[in-house]
């Protein structure tokens, strides 16, 4: 019977973390390669396999999917944990669709983390889940399922 291990961090270290993660956020809405590529680790291995400048490569490919105006008016963000196979990682969900303000309504963007991407507005989701080391990012990973509270699973355990 396999056994999971459950990694205790310090309420310093959480505190790292949350920044680290806050960063990530602004540097990535704001299209900030230097400021990513400094967040990263020079040791991690980020989706799976890529060294930190192919990660950095592939998140530029990433930001050139949501340029243009439609894509610019409006984006939300959202965070949460991954609730997959590595449970407990934070999570950042970027959502980009289709936004005309003169004819569409905000109501219409109320969307749960996880959410599939809305095809009717052409939307964009990139999910990232992280994992840090000496203040940095040392993993990042597309996490399979995500929730914006863990209260629900800790109680259930």
């Not at 799976?48 to 963000?77: D, N, P, Q």
């Not at 991954?82 to 109501?107: A, H, K």
Request: hydrophobic share 40%; charged share 30%.
């Amino acid at each position: 019977m396999n056994q999971l291990a459950v990694k205790q961090i310090s309420e310093k270290e959480k505190l790292e973390n949350a920044a680290v993660v806050t960063q990530f956020k602004c540097a990535f809405l704001n299209r900030d390669l230097e400021e990513l590529e400094f967040l990263l680790h020079d040791k991690g291995v980020f989706f799976s396999k890529m060294k930190k400048h192919a990660a950095l490569g592939y998140l530029f490919s990433c930001l050139k999917k949501v340029r243009g105006i439609e894509k610019g008016f409006h984006m939300e963000v959202k965070q949460g944990y991954s609730i997959d196979s590595l449970p407990c990682q934070p999570v950042l969900e970027f959502r980009y669709p289709d936004f005309n303000p003169f004819e569409d309504d905000m109501d219409d963007f109320n969307f749960k983390i996880g959410s599939p991407e809305n095809k009717d507005r052409n939307e964009v989701v990139f999910c990232f889940a992280f994992d840090f080391k000496d203040g940095q990012i040392v993993s990042i990973r597309h996490p399979d399922l995500c929730d914006e509270c863990l209260d629900r699973y800790i109680k259930m355990n």
